[in-house]
């Protein structure tokens, strides 16, 4: 997979992508990420990228020629899946996630102004917010989408696919985990898990799913009754 994205920060961008699991996908080759500064781009003589509102208004608009020149630069761009990060796309959620680790290419927009001048749209197709918060730019979103679907990528994680899906697999959240040491000060390990009756412990599981999934989510608790 090529993954570019589009931004005025690079650097806010390169020492993540170097970290980690992504780090390890990029070295073996099973992405390939480009970080495109669009600001070199720009026709203006002194680089501007952004401008204020026609209408009027307080802030500044991100203007439309840096973005479609460092896009069509892009080779096979038109073919590329072209996401652009707004905290009015839609809601960000894993399903959307298995769908962009489908595809070959992924070209990514990260904006940093009050808003975007509305031609720019028509140059994406998909538009995409991480959740209801505000943020200074789309540089940390960008990240999120990157990280979500670089994961689901097939061999990514050394871990063959059991821990691809995690708590979102069945819809309910994670059951408790614990390792050694049996008790620390005075917190004690359940006793059923250090019992050996395997299908005790698979009960035991599945309860905490169900219980900690209706104390904190009851959201997904919902759809999960649905689905059943
Ligand atoms: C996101 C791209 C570009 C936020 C979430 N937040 C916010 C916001 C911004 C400007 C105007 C109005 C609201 C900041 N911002 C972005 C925020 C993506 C940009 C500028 C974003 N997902 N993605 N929750």
Redesign the pocket.
Known sequence: MIIDVLTLFPDMIHPVIHQSIIGRAILEEKVEIRVIDYREYSENKHKKVDDSPYGGGAGMVLTVQPVVSALEQIPGYQEATKIL???Q?VPYAQKTAHKLALKKHLIIL??????YDERIRDYFDLE???????????EL?ALVVVDSVIRLIPNVLNNAGSAVEDSFSDGLLEYPHYTRPPEFRNQKVPEVLRSGNHEKIKQWRYEQSLKRTIERRPDLYKVYLKKK
């Open positions: 990060m707004t905290p796309g990260c904006g940093h102004y009050e808003g995409i917010s991480i959740g209801d918060y505000v943020l200074t730019g789309g979103s």
